[in-house]
């Protein structure tokens, strides 16, 4: 879904981003600000843990 995100003609009402990297967390920032419901999934114990 990557670079398709971008050309999206509507929104989705929920989505799962698997990754809690700096693109992970930015990309489920800026699509809770556009009104989605977001949940990330990470199996390390803290978000950007790098």
Do not use: C, H, W, Y
Not at 3 to 13: A, D, Q, R, S
Not at 29 to 50: D, H, M, P, T, Y
Request: charged share 25%.
């Amino acid at each position: 879904m990557n670079e398709n995100v971008f050309k999206m003609k509507t929104l989705p009402k929920d989505l799962i981003v698997v990754g809690a990297g700096a693109i992970g967390i930015e990309l489920s920032q800026a699509f809770n600000r556009l009104g989605v419901q977001v949940k990330i999934v990470e199996r390390a114990e803290r978000i950007l843990s790098k």
